[in-house]
């Protein structure tokens, strides 16, 4: 419990928000969820408790894609018979 309750006070301050600046990462803590301790099953059917807290972050992604594109262009004209426009 002393884990979960320190994790959700340092997320809510603005030491969360200095850490992710300094470790560059893309994004910053919006808010976070009541810790709660909620029951799952384990591998022998067994019923185990854990802690268990939503964090909500917002992240910022740049995809960059290759694209085609004409940057230069060579036009070679051809001429046509007068005869063969109507």
């Known amino acids: ?30 808010y976070a969820g009541e ?7 384990n591998a022998e059917q067994q019923m185990e408790y854990r802690w268990v807290m ?10 960059g894609t290759p694209q085609q594109f004409a940057d230069q262009i060579i036009v070679t004209p051809i001429e046509v018979s007068p005869q063969l426009i109507t």
């Open 1 to 30: 419990m002393q884990n979960v309750r320190t994790i959700d006070s340092l997320f809510r301050s603005d030491y969360a928000t200095q850490f992710f600046a300094s470790q560059n990462f893309p994004g910053a803590p919006l």
């Open 35 to 41: 810790p709660m301790q909620i029951p799952f099953e």
């Open 54 to 63: 939503e964090l909500n972050m917002d992240v910022y992604i740049a995809i």
